[in-house]
């Protein structure tokens, strides 16, 4: 089922982006290991100089077309699914990552197919 448009997905970057910069500190992530904490931080920048740069109507420069940003996005989610075993994260460290690899390439797999009207 594709449901996830190409406004859709732009509406939910910048609030993402946000989340993956403040949720690490909230959350009091790296207690396991201090790159729990950094990972998603800079990913979270990382994130949100992306969306700036993607071709979509919240995009600032649009630079970047859209399905780069969604192969980044793709990449992203399996590398958070895989870096609790890399780096031992244990508990609330593990389970961030799992949880939000596994949201993002949901997210990803559940895009709808652009049609040659946008």
């Known amino acids: 089922m594709k449901f996830v448009t190409k406004r859709i997905h732009a509406f939910l970057d910048y609030?993402?982006?946000i989340a993956l910069i403040a949720l690490p500190?909230?959350?009091?992530l790296g207690k396991t290991n201090s790159?729990?904490?950094?990972?998603?931080?800079?990913?979270?920048i990382a994130a949100f100089i992306l969306t700036l740069l993607t071709d979509h109507h919240l995009g600032v420069l649009r630079v970047l077309s859209y399905k780069l940003h969604l192969?980044?996005?793709f990449i992203?989610?399996?590398?958070?699914?895989?870096?609790?075993?890399?780096?031992?994260?244990?508990?609330?460290d593990a389970y961030y990552y799992w949880i939000n690899g596994i949201t993002v390439l949901?997210?990803?797999?559940?895009?709808?197919?652009?049609?040659?009207?946008?």
């Open 15 to 17: 609030p993402v982006a």
């Open 25 to 28: 500190f909230l959350l009091e």
């Open 35 to 44: 790159l729990a904490l950094w990972i998603s931080v800079i990913t979270g």
């Open 71 to 73: 192969t980044v996005d």
């Open 76 to 92: 992203v989610g399996l590398l958070f699914v895989i870096v609790p075993f890399l780096f031992s994260f244990q508990g609330i």
């Open 106 to 118: 949901l997210v990803v797999s559940a895009h709808k197919p652009q049609s040659s009207i946008s």
